[in-house]
């Protein structure tokens, strides 16, 4: 059985796929955005609700039906900054990490219950000089090994801890600023690792895509076979080793290159880009993946959804691709839960 | 004792708790019981700084308000989101 949360600009569902066949549950929280969706150490689920007009929160589940609001979740001190949505949800060791707007870090030791804020991060050095791109100042994607954690902010870069969270620094050596005042600015979109060899990162950037073999200390740009080299999320399969972004034309113009929706996969590490598989429309796509729109399970199976409310997915780490039966509203999250 | 009732939109935090009786007669007593009653409205209503929300609209008996005046009497407290979005 694979379960596939979908976050949407109006709503949850969750897709259940055991017999080759989707079945949806649905939808959840009416009315609010679902932005991001994690899995406790014990095994309790939980969605981050954003909204137009109310404040974010968590909410958790044991089952993916009955959902309570998490009463003591990610919030900044008074004297801080804004919470203006959670969007991303990490499994941490034990703990669990949210990425939030305004950037930020929170960590939670009991199972998601309740959360406090990673001062070495939220309180950085070099944040007066942070400020927000087009999809707000926000801490989108995590990665952690051992001691090791990772966080990707929009606008401003990638910081790498090496002690847990006591500290962080600034890694984005070898990437293109997509500002330069009042300090560079390095406008990240998508973090993927290789979770046999945690130092070799993949990192779609608004200025392009890159390749770390040396935890973040340094890039190096793999564009080969791309039709574009901007974009969103990126990810890694490790039953195959392929990695998986979907290339759109341009920072301008953020659409698949001559309306040709397609997921592209590198068999190498990144060093050749080409289209996936095969099962793509042949009439015109002009839709786009947000950077928390794809998952892997790491067994094969890969998974997006697009801005146009449609959900793509393979079992065959990307040799086909098929369409989910199914249309969502703009699609904003998409995680596989179980 | 006052009436409160809540935007729709509300019913994933309060279930069907849209409209309820809470203690008080004044603004921020009616605010203090209803968030004694449903705790996991405050960060939906307020910010950190307890400011209500830019989009949240606070009317009390029949007059749209942003909270300036916690003293003000009220028989009546609605939470309705502002009319906006697609």
Redesign the interface.
């Known amino acids: 059985m694979t379960t596939i949360g979908i976050g949407t600009e109006k709503g949850g569902f969750v897709l259940r796929n055991g017999d080759g066949e989707w079945r949806l549950e649905g939808p ?5 955005k679902v932005t991001a969706w994690g899995v406790t150490p014990e095994g309790s689920y939980l969605a981050a ?1 954003g ?7 968590l ?1 958790r589940s044991d089952d993916l039906e009955t ?1 309570d ?1 998490v ?1 003591h ?1 990610p ?4 004297d ?1 900054p ?2 203006k949505q959670i969007w991303t949800i990490h499994s941490h060791g034990n703990s669990l990490l949210a990425g939030v707007d305004e950037a930020g870090l929170f960590r939670s030791h009991d199972d998601g219950h309740t959360w406090e804020p990673v001062a070495a991060l939220n309180e950085h050095e070099s944040r007066p000089g942070w400020f927000p791109g087009l999809g707000g100042l926000c801490a989108h994607h995590i990665l952690s090994e051992g001691d090791r954690i990772w966080v990707a902010i929009s606008a401003v870069g990638v910081f790498r801890s090496d002690d847990d969270g006591a500290s962080f620094h600034r890694h984005d050596e070898g990437v293109t600023p997509t500002a330069e005042d009042p300090q560079p600015g390095y406008c990240v979109h998508g973090l993927a690792a290789d979770p046999d060899d945690p130092d070799r990162i993949w990192r779609q950037d608004h200025s392009g895509v890159y390749r770390s073999t040396d935890g973040a200390d340094s890039w190096e740009r793999i564009e080969s076979g791309l039709p574009a080299a901007f974009g969103f999320p990126v990810r890694h399969d490790s039953r195959s080793g392929r990695l998986f972004l979907v290339p759109l034309e341009s920072d301008g113009n953020r659409l698949p290159v001559d309306g040709a929706l397609r997921a592209y996969r590198s068999d190498d590490g990144g060093d050749n880009w080409m289209v996936s598989g095969t099962g793509w429309n042949s009439a015109s796509t002009y839709t786009t993946v947000l950077r928390g729109a794809m998952d892997t399970d790491d067994e094969g199976g890969v998974f997006f959804g697009t801005t146009g409310g449609d959900v793509w997915t393979t079992r065959d780490s990307g040799d086909s691709w098929s369409q989910v039966p199914h249309g969502f509203p703009r699609i904003l999250s998409v995680s596989v839960l179980g | 004792m006052a009436q409160v009732r809540l935007s729709r939109v509300l019913g994933p935090v309060v279930g069907d708790r849209l409209t309820l009786e809470v203690p008080g007669s004044t603004v921020g007593e009616v605010v203090a019981a209803l968030l004694d009653e449903l705790p996991q409205l405050r960060v939906h209503l307020f910010d950190q700084t307890g400011t209500l929300r830019p989009h949240v609209l606070c009317v009390v008996d029949d007059e749209a308000v942003r909270m300036e005046d916690p003293d003000m009497a009220a028989t009546t407290v609605e939470f309705l989101h502002a009319v906006s979005g697609g």
Not at chain 1, 75 to 78: A, I, M, Q
């Open positions: 959840l929280f009416p009315g609010w609700l909204s137009n007009w109310f404040g974010p929160a909410h959902w609001q009463a979740g919030e900044y001190p008074e801080g804004t919470l």
